[in-house]
Structure formats: C-alpha cells, structure tokens
C-alpha cells in the first residue's frame, strides 16, 4: 500500500504545479485584454475553479492515509 500512498501524493503535486502555470498564465493573459477592475471581480472564481483539482487530491490522500491506520 505505501506506493499507493507515494503515486498519490506524487499525482498531487504535478496536479498542483499544473494549476498552478496555468493560472499564471490566465492571469497574464488576462491582464493584456482585460481590464484591471475585471480581473479583479472574477479572480476568485479563477482561482477556485484552478484550485479544485489540486484540493480533490490532497483530500483524496488524506482520506488514503487516515484510513490505512
């Protein structure tokens, strides 16, 4: 079971560096065509929408990792 628990937490953190390039690039190309008091009221709904996967995941394998014990 301890692979499990290494792919897992493994998958976390790609799925954590891919939402987080990606946001940066939203944000950069946002902040070319948009302007600054727009991005400002959608930011958090951008940034939930990235952070999902990576929370899903974290959740994931902390479910998988208290329940081994």
């Not at 998958?11 to 948009?34: E, R």
């Not at 930011?43 to 974290?58: F, G």
């Amino acid at each position: 079971m301890p692979l499990k628990d290494e792919a897992v937490f493994i998958n976390a953190q790609y799925i954590g560096i891919f939402t987080s390039v990606l946001g940066l690039i939203i944000l950069a190309t946002l902040s070319f065509f948009i302007p600054l008091w727009a991005i400002k009221k959608g930011i958090v709904a951008v940034c939930a929408v990235l952070v999902i996967p990576y929370a899903a995941i974290v959740i994931c394998w902390l479910v998988i990792k208290s329940g081994r014990k």
